[in-house]
């Protein structure tokens, strides 16, 4: 079955520190992949995507992840952290070729200390 | 540009009862999706609208049912409530192309008693 997990449930960091986060799916075929950013009292908002192509991908806000096919992960990083950051992130999948329902991991909340 | 709007924000509803939640996709997008948000998960995809007919179904029951009106619009319609639906229901709009990014809206944070 198709899934998404995110190993960390809460992590802890101070400003400036770096970031990543795990995301691993578990996809037959084709898979497009997402973060999502939700920050307190906001709604989920798009912080990058891949669909195909560089397995590097750049996002909003300084956030890059990267798609690594042979450990079926694809880890959020930012190099360092700001303390509006704190926010909880949210890996997800897509079968790829469709444009068809999202599968959520449980979420990250990250928590930066000014 | 007005992005994806729900109503209402907040509802209580008691157990058997039925509810309805409301979604207004952002402008341009014709496809709208369905998440449930359960306290400490993530969203769980409930169904997706697209030309006023379910395109694709998550694993929920008949109890969870929808609608699209033609001006894209959505509505989810819950019956017989449980405790176990309370929960924060986000609206997703997007255009059809396969590439294109699913917008969600804030949510209809919905408690049954």
């Known amino acids: 079955a198709q899934s998404v997990s995110q190993h960390n449930h809460h992590v802890i960091l101070s400003e400036a520190a770096s970031l990543e986060l795990g995301c691993n799916y578990s996809?037959?075929?084709?898979?497009?992949l997402f973060w999502y950013v939700q920050y307190p009292g906001q709604h989920l908002q798009l912080l990058l995507k891949?669909?195909?192509?560089?397995?590097l991908v750049k996002g909003i806000k300084g956030f890059e992840a990267e798609f690594i096919k042979s450990k079926f992960s694809f880890n959020l990083r930012k190099p360092s952290v700001q303390w509006s950051d704190t926010a909880e992130y949210f890996c997800?999948?897509?079968?790829?070729?469709?444009?068809?329902?999202?599968?959520f991991g449980k979420g990250t909340k990250l928590s930066v200390k000014p | 540009d007005a992005g994806v709007t729900q109503s209402p924000t907040h509802l209580i509803k008691t157990r058997g009862q039925q509810v309805t939640l409301r979604c207004s996709p952002k402008?341009?997008?014709?496809?709208v999706s369905w998440y449930q948000q359960a306290l400490g998960q993530g969203p769980q995809f409930i169904f997706q609208y697209y030309e006023e007919e379910e395109r694709q179904r998550g694993n929920f029951p008949d109890r969870f049912s929808g609608h699209q009106f033609p001006n894209y619009s959505s509505e989810l319609n819950v019956n017989a409530l449980l405790l176990g639906d309370s929960a924060l229901y986000l609206c997703a709009s997007s255009r059809p192309l396969w590439k294109e990014t699913q917008y969600f809206g804030p949510g209809t944070r919905l408690l049954v008693l």
């Open positions: 997800a999948g897509g079968d790829g070729g469709s444009q068809g329902n999202l599968i």
């Open positions: 402008s341009g997008h014709d496809t």
């Open positions: 891949y669909f195909s192509g560089d397995p």
């Open positions: 996809y037959g075929g084709t898979v497009n």
